[in-house]
């Protein structure tokens, strides 16, 4: 067994890995860029190495650096994690050759599946069913175009080298074709510096399911059943479970044995991830093949309970898997939740700064993989993702109920993040049902999330525990002030809350034991522990746990709960009735403008001063995240003016245009 380890990665898939070394008794060398050097997984390792400055060609892609790093701490084995140089069949081939063993697959089999077309050729020849189309690079427009007639439209423009949702356009029609095709073959230039596409059918209603592989390097493979990874946003996975809503065992079993033969073919060791698309009615085709550890990796450890970096470890220092497949139990349900520094409501889009406070849920079949610590900088440079939320109860409504929890306790400020959309998701009747598809998201929530759609319910707990705040606020300030006041509030008071233009009445009472208990009209009782500077008020409300965050935004509450977040003010009854006297201030009218929803590059402006423009119509692109965003219109209009030009740095709700 190796001695010591150097993992070749940042963030929390680093810190995963180093926990699974250490209680392996194995010693941990971290690699970092000059801005990660107070980065948690620095912390938490054995020797840190510092690999170059913050780009990450520069530092984490940097294999001269890395090979250094190598040599110089004596690591005999290399685990690169996900990401970065994870399928980098040279960067495999030159730790072997530097004398370390690569903790991952061999290079020949990173190289034959790290290409889209050549993996989907190889999946055919193993008898693995493919997406129909994609087995040759389009040239041309004119290729695309027949390749899509021969197929049937709706069709994918896909990057052969693409990787993370990158590089891929949806093309209902011929007319979409050239587009597509133009931007795909830009983005997976700029992305992998390689514009080969190809085209393959568009699969409806799809469902992103995966099958987890373990293999060692004597030609014994098993899988490990599957995740589901239909939650996506921009062809990226948010959330993942396991097992499978759609799946039954027959086509579990069928789709296993499919996922081995694969490893089988290309002579695979270690842990990897082949994965399908299926149908509504359990069709499915193979996509592609990941040699490396998955994100969601933790899924299938909770249910099978097996530890998959562990395993990946003993594969690569020699030992064999001594698993059988008959061996391999799927107990209960797990989902993972993936907090990511990215704004819900604003596209998705990604979100940097500092962690000013952070505080991980915990409890009974709560698992955090987290990379970040109070004082974290999240910086533009690396994959936003901040910790992922893990839970696993013997059903799927455990589970969900748990991760509802969970997320309601997981305190993350300083960094605008998705923790509250991973709520409203949890939340949705739909999820709840397993009736999902990778355009869930898409259907559910629309282009951007609207943290203030309160159900009933929430809106109910919301108010009664704002009201419960507030009265004990007022409580200890009256008993700091002294007075007949204090007596006042101790016993009883009415307040009135505002919630998004509504008014809602409460009374409160202290009940015994310090605690209050608020009526409104739903008559919710709060019993609870909050002190005024908390950031999380942990209580029950009629007897159900909950966990609401609280800010204090001016005079307001912002409380958030279960996938909703309202500014809530909590007022005295004669307050409230001045306070409906008082005129309302009034909102700029904005309707007129096209705002740019991120900050990034006016790449191109597709319209002029005096053009008619119909809702739906391309107006601009954008470049951000080396992403290209094409900007619609959102209603039918004409052009009154421009606001900016082409190559243009944009802020955030900048001005591209006026309608008249
Ligand atoms: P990447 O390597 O960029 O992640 P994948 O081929 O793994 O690309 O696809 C990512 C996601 O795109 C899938 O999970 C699925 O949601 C969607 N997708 C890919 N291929 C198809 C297809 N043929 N039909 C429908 N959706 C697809």
Redesign the pocket.
């Known amino acids: 067994m190796f001695k010591k380890i150097l993992i070749a990665n940042r963030g929390e898939i680093a810190c995963r890995v180093m926990r699974t070394a250490k209680a392996m008794g194995i010693r941990t060398v971290a690699i970092h860029s000059d801005v990660d050097a107070d980065a948690r997984h620095v912390r938490e390792a054995d020797e840190a190495v510092l690999v170059g400055p913050a780009p990450s060609a520069q530092s984490y892609l940097n294999v001269e650096a890395i090979l250094r790093a190598i040599a110089q701490t004596g690591a005999e084995g290399v685990h690169p994690g996900y990401g970065f140089l994870s399928e980098n069949a040279a960067f495999a081939a030159a730790v072997e050759k530097a004398g370390a063993r690569f903790i991952g697959p061999s290079p020949s089999a990173i190289a034959a599946m790290g290409d889209?077309i050549r993996s989907k050729q190889l999946a055919r020849e193993a008898g693995v069913s493919v997406?129909p189309g994609g087995v040759e690079s389009v040239a041309d427009e004119e290729a695309a175009r027949e390749a899509a007639a021969a197929i049937g439209y709706p069709v994918?423009v896909?990057a052969s080298a693409?990787?993370?949702?990158?590089g891929?356009r949806l093309v209902r029609g011929e007319a979409e074709m050239a587009d597509a095709l133009r931007s795909a073959a830009h983005e997976a230039k700029a992305s992998f510096g390689d514009e080969r596409v190809f085209v393959?059918?568009?699969?409806e209603h799809?469902r992103?399911i995966e099958i987890q592989v373990l293999a060692d390097s004597y030609g014994h493979v098993i899988h490990l059943g599957e995740r589901e990874?239909s939650i996506?946003r921009r062809?990226q996975k948010v959330i993942e479970e396991s097992p499978s809503p759609l799946l039954d065992a027959k086509t579990r079993a069928a789709m296993g044995a499919q996922a081995v033969a694969l490893a089988q073919a290309v002579e695979y060791r270690s842990a990897g991830t082949v994965?399908f698309?299926a149908d509504r009615n359990k069709n499915f085709y193979f996509?592609?093949m990941n040699t490396r550890l998955q994100v969601e990796h933790p899924v299938t450890e909770k249910v099978t309970g097996l530890d998959l970096v562990e395993w990946m470890i003993r594969i690569a220092a020699g030992e064999r898997l001594t698993l059988k497949q008959k061996d391999v139990r799927l107990d209960g349900w797990a989902i993972e939740a993936r907090l990511y520094a990215e704004d819900p409501t604003r596209g998705f889009l990604p979100a940097s700064g500092r962690v000013v406070r952070y505080r991980e849920p915990t409890g009974a079949g709560v698992r955090i993989d987290s990379g970040i610590h109070e004082g974290a900088e999240v910086t533009v440079h690396y994959d936003p993702i901040l910790a992922k939320i893990v839970t696993h109860a013997a059903d799927r409504d455990g589970a969900v109920a748990l991760m509802r929890h969970a997320l309601d306790s997981c305190c993350v400020r300083g960094v605008v993040n998705n923790g509250l959309f991973l709520g409203a998701v949890m939340a949705n009747p739909r999820f709840q049902s397993g009736d999902i598809s990778?355009a869930f998201i898409q259907e559910e929530f629309g282009a951007a999330f609207d943290p203030a759609k309160a159900g009933k319910e929430q809106l109910a707990v919301l108010v009664a525990v704002a009201a419960t705040l507030h009265h004990r606020l007022h409580a200890r300030d009256a008993a700091i002030g002294g007075g007949q006041n204090a007596q006042r509030v101790a016993s009883g008071a009415e307040w009135v809350v505002l919630a998004n233009g509504d008014s809602h009445k409460a009374t409160v009472a202290e009940t015994a034991g310090g605690h209050a208990a608020v009526t409104s009209s739903d008559s919710h009782e709060v019993i609870g522990e909050w002190r005024f500077d908390d950031p999380v008020f942990r209580g029950a409300v009629n007897g159900r746990p909950v966990a609401v965050q609280v800010e204090r935004i001016g005079l307001a509450y912002r409380l958030s709960h279960d996938g909703v977040r309202l500014d809530l003010q909590v007022l005295a009854p004669r307050a409230a009735e001045l306070a409906a006297l008082m005129p309302a201030k009034k909102k700029q009218d904005m309707s007129r403008f096209v705002l740019s929803p991120m900050p990034g590059l006016l790449s191109s402006l597709a319209v002029a001063v005096g053009q008619d423009v119909k809702a739906g119509e391309a107006i601009a692109v954008i470049e951000a995240m080396k992403m290209e965003n094409v900007l619609r219109a959102e209603r039918d209009g004409r052009v009154a003016a421009l606001r900016a030009k082409p190559g243009d740095s944009l802020a955030a709700d900048q001005p591209i245009l006026e309608f008249e």
């Open positions: 889209k997406v994918l896909k693409g990787g993370g949702g990158k891929m393959e059918k568009f699969i799809p992103h990874c996506q062809h994965e698309i996509l592609e990778t």
